[in-house]
């Protein structure tokens, strides 16, 4: 009933986020719909209920008047000729920032440090601490529990390339 609806439902945006951004990896196109729930394993039902509930979670498409063509060319052109392939970094970051926006905000806050994702250059574990006034120990934490959600600490470096 109600409360099945309601429970859980952060949970699965989270979910279908990963399973979007993993599927985006693999397919080098964006996802269908039938694909993301077939690889969140949960019914279509479920599916639209959640995105129904919850804000866009690739929200690219209505922010941007960008086709599907030019989005995935800007994540895929990796070894294009000088430079292209940081052809996209806004809408990279907008990917970025959906992924980064499943964690808690101290993860996200060391990951963007760390991995120099907020433009600023990567910063060591002592600036962080620092900056974010925590012990150094806290900020390692952060980052290991960002980069197991995350899953892959290559995801967090390709993303990287495009990031200028």
Known sequence: GEQYISFGLESVRVEIQRAKLELMFQLKRLPTEEEIIDKVGISPERYHEVMRASRPVFSLHSRHSVTQEEFISGITDVD???????????????????????????????????????????????????NLNISREMVRKHEVKALMKLKHPARVDYLRRYIV
């Open 80 to 130: 294009g000729a000088g430079g292209d392939s940081r052809r996209q970094p806004a809408l990279l970051r907008l990917a970025l920032d959906d992924v980064l926006d499943s964690l808690k905000p101290k993860e996200s806050l060391v990951i963007r440090q760390r991995y120099g994702l907020d433009g600023k250059g990567d910063r060591t574990l002592g600036e962080i601490a620092g």
